[in-house]
């Protein structure tokens, strides 16, 4: 005999999922619609497949073992049902990520996001030096924090602007973590390392309270090292405008609010600061990282001071220095990226970002209201390298205005874009988006 | 740069966020319908947001470069927390509205916003707003909104929406019983504030709806392996069971009709209490628990009985014969005073009687109930 209401609702949860494999058509035709590569398309679609078809197989599993419950059978009972709930968990995942995807794509396909998305996701493809899987941005309410089953970055709805960019390199740092092997594996060294130094682990838990006690410690570093690992990626990857975007706009003295596991915002503004310390000691050294720093350093310690929030002591300061200065190697020697530069050799990097604004200092002393747009744009021409002179101009002038530079350099990464599409349409590969 | 800068970037950055949420609601690509239910309300409270955050900003540059910092920043925290709360109702709006454009509801929201507009009006609880797809059902009270499931784009969820709207109602109606039990409730138990905005709105949603409400949970919504476990928002699914099957009984001595859900709310008791039963869970309730559900159920269904009559449900005998067009495998005729409620009935009693792996039936009901549902809400338009 079987639970009447159990068969329904694994039966009603297989409807669903079927119902939602409509969803890839739609998926790829609004893709199609924005012109997104290919490649993207594919990868969300692969990442919907192989989640789907797992669920789709378990539940075949599950409805085709009920009928072979003894109905005397509790504990089997209670299973199937633990296991229903399971099931539809995991089915309530996979529509509320490719929801997300196609509420943001619908955003996206009417341009209400002004093309910011887009310009994330050129970001991204610039900074994607390890070749993983592509990505996609979406509006959301707040940034996911972590990777998801799709490979979705959320840009935070409406903080849609080139001064707010380079916090997308963070996103972007959660999901290479889970996706690139070696920086899995990093992550995972720092984490087994933290949690077991962690005052109150218990080294050989014999019970399950104490195994309890080392699996919220466990949770509670991991979610902390992801974080810092995703900041010192963010810095190593794209320079001086990403601990600028933090710093400025978005950590709070006092933050997070939450009790939850998050590292505090004075810790994620030393390890910023530290990452782009250790970048400033590079030879030759890149002028005006100095000024950046203490600029950042200044304003965040005066203002940690003046808020009545508890600074972080040196021990505190000296463990998260090395942690960064462990994750700094660690990137450079498992990964084999170069680190953000003054030169790349295919061209672009801080000396170019620099020129930027040197061009846009001399003009916005004849003319503080309209900046040019640079003419030196080539293939090599790197968005992350536009956000640095936006940042530079921003913070070495100090203008009374932010919408000229802020409008130059949104006009200076959509020449990049189209620059680096045209050469891939030249090549043959389609809509490259990348910058 | 003083020491104050970061604080007032982050204020301007604000003021200039919300002006940039403003200027999306204004965009032509937004269903002027739906945005002419909602544009004011998110306009007055960005607009009262950007307000203080701009009189904030204006504090704060006259705060001395010495003088401390922590009051601004906590006020800072505040407002930008409430702004955020706006923002993402608005962001919720804008993907919603242009999901149902689009179709990704398949239609699903129209139907659901003709059944809430019909209950409430029958309420006299008007609700101005309309329904959008989410990851799962709720009220929004901030904007008003109700979100729907994603995915399951048929009928047989849409009971759930009528208890969401019981959320409003709770709200919005003129009485006061609900609030003063709560006080009354929440001295014993912080928790009784959330069940009892739960069970009033599983009380409305019966009392509106009829068995369809109870069919939905007790068949394909509450587990019976965790049903004895509350939650800190909701009671725990047994409870809200017992509930939902008294108000049918309720209704039952209300009307004098002894009958008239006896038969329907046996069967679904008895599915249910074979569910727990498989499940090792007792299908007793505390009688302490009992007790105070009982107490607390009299009380509201007395005033809701009282105060709401007219949205009661009255179409069981109509559902009746539409199952029975369902059950020859024939969609029934609409006939001028049928409305969507009839029709999930009609459907949930059918499938409540199929045998369970008839797809192809389920699949059938499904559509037809769709379609019939689709015809009443196009005709309330």
């Not at chain 1, 218990?202 to 810092?228: G, L, M, S, T, W």
């Not at chain 1, 601990?243 to 596991?261: A, E, K, Q, V």
Request: hydrophobic fraction near 40%.
């Amino acid at each position: 005999m079987n639970d009447e209401i159990l068969q329904l609702r694994l039966e009603m949860l297989k409807e669903d999922l079927q119902a939602a494999m409509t969803i890839k058509g739609l998926l790829t035709a609004d893709l199609a619609a924005l012109s997104i590569q290919t490649r993207l398309s594919d990868v969300l679609n692969d990442d919907f497949d192989r989640f789907a078809d797992k669920l789709q197989d378990d539940l075949a599993d599950e409805l085709a073992k009920l009928p072979t419950i003894d109905p005397a059978d509790h504990d089997a009972l209670r299973e199937a049902w633990h296991n229903y709930a399971e099931l539809r968990e995991r089915n309530a995942q996979i529509h509320r990520e490719f929801l997300e995807a196609m509420l943001g794509l619908t955003v996206r396909c009417k341009n209400l996001d002004n093309s910011f998305c887009a310009l994330a996701d050129a970001l991204i493809l610039s900074i994607n030096r390890l070749h993983l899987p592509d990505t996609l941005a979406i509006p959301a309410s707040h940034e996911a924090g972590s990777r998801t089953l799709a490979r979705l970055v959320r840009v935070r709805f409406p903080e849609w602007t080139i001064w707010s960019l380079p916090l997308v390199a963070h996103e972007f740092g959660h999901v290479a973590i889970e996706d690139a092997k070696e920086l899995r594996d990093i992550a995972r060294t720092i984490i087994d390392s933290e949690a077991v130094a962690d005052p109150q682990w218990v080294k050989d838990p014999q019970d399950e309270q104490k195994r309890k006690i080392n699996q919220a410690i466990r949770q509670r570093v991991e979610c902390r090292v992801r974080h810092f690992l995703a900041d010192v990626f963010a810095v190593f990857t794209i320079g001086p405008s990403y601990p600028c975007s933090l710093i400025l706009l978005r950590l709070t003295p006092g933050g997070p609010n939450s009790s939850g596991n998050e590292p505090r915002d004075i810790e994620r503004a030393e390890v910023a600061l530290e990452m782009l310390r250790r970048m400033a000691e590079a030879a030759p050294k890149p002028t005006g990282y100095d000024v950046i720093i203490k600029t950042l350093a200044d304003e965040w310690s005066g203002m940690v001071t003046r808020s009545g929030v508890a600074p972080l002591t040196t021990g505190d300061e000296a463990a998260l220095k090395r942690l960064v200065g462990q994750m700094e190697q660690n990137l450079k020697d498992s990964l084999g990226i170069s680190r953000y530069r003054a030169n790349f050799p295919g061209g672009g990097g801080w000396n170019t970002a620099y020129g930027w604004y040197q061009a846009w200092s001399a003009q916005g002393k004849i003319n503080p209201r309209k900046l040019p747009v640079p003419n030196d744009i080539t293939r090599a021409s790197r968005i992350y390298d536009a956000l640095n002179a936006a940042w530079a101009y921003r913070l070495f002038e100090k203008p009374l205005s932010l919408e000229p530079v802020a409008e130059a350099t949104r006009q200076l990464c959509d020449k990049i874009i189209k620059a680096r599409d045209e050469v891939a349409s030249r090549e043959g590969g389609g809509k490259a988006g990348g910058g | 740069m003083t020491a104050k800068s970061i604080l007032l970037t982050q204020i301007e950055s604000s003021i200039d966020d919300i002006s940039r949420a403003l200027g999306t609601l204004e965009s032509s690509n937004l269903d002027t319908r739906l945005l002419q239910r909602v544009q004011a309300r998110f306009r007055i409270d960005l607009i009262e947001n950007q307000k203080r955050t701009a009189s904030l900003r204006d504090s704060v540059r006259k705060i001395p470069d010495d003088a401390p910092l922590d009051t601004a920043w906590s006020a800072y925290a505040s407002l930008k927390c409430k702004g955020a709360a706006v923002l993402s109702e608005c962001l919720a709006f804008i993907e919603g509205a242009l999901a149902r454009t689009n179709g990704i509801d398949a239609g699903i929201c129209r139907v659901a916003d003709a059944m809430l507009y019909d209950l409430s009006t029958l309420a006299d609880v008007q609700w101005p707003r309309f329904t959008i797809l989410a990851d799962g059902e709720f009220f929004a009270g901030l904007s008003g909104m109700i979100r729907i499931r994603f995915s399951d784009t048929s009928v047989w969820s849409l009971p759930v929406s009528a208890h969401e709207l019981g959320h409003y109602v709770a709200t919005a109606w003129n009485d006061s019983t609900l609030a003063d039990l709560i006080t009354r409730a929440k001295r014993k138990d912080t928790r009784f504030e959330a069940y009892l905005n739960e069970h009033f709105a599983d009380l409305f949603a019966t009392y509106a709806t009829g068995p369809a409400f109870a069919m939905t949970c007790a068949l394909s919504r509450f587990s019976p392996a965790s049903a004895l476990e509350s939650g800190k928002k909701h009671p725990a699914a047994a409870h809200r069971m017992w509930w939902i099957l008294e108000t049918l009984r309720s209704i039952d001595r209300s009307t004098g009709r002894a009958r008239q859900y006896g038969d329907i709310a046996g069967e679904i008791e008895r599915l249910w209490t074979a569910s727990l039963e498989a499940a090792a869970v007792s299908a007793e309730i505390d009688s302490a628990d009992r007790a105070r559900l009982n107490e607390w159920l009299a009380e509201l269904f007395d005033v809701l009985d009282t105060k709401l009559s007219n949205v009661r449900y009255r179409g069981w005998a109509r559902a009746q014969e539409m199952a029975e067009s369902f059950r020859n495998k024939q969609r029934p005729v609409l006939g001028p005073n049928d409305r969507i409620p009839d029709v999930l009935n009609a459907a949930w009693l059918c499938r409540s009687e199929a045998e369970s792996g008839d797809g192809y039936l389920v699949q059938w009901l499904g559509d037809n109930a769709f379609d019939l549902c689709a015809t009443l809400a196009k005709a309330a338009d």
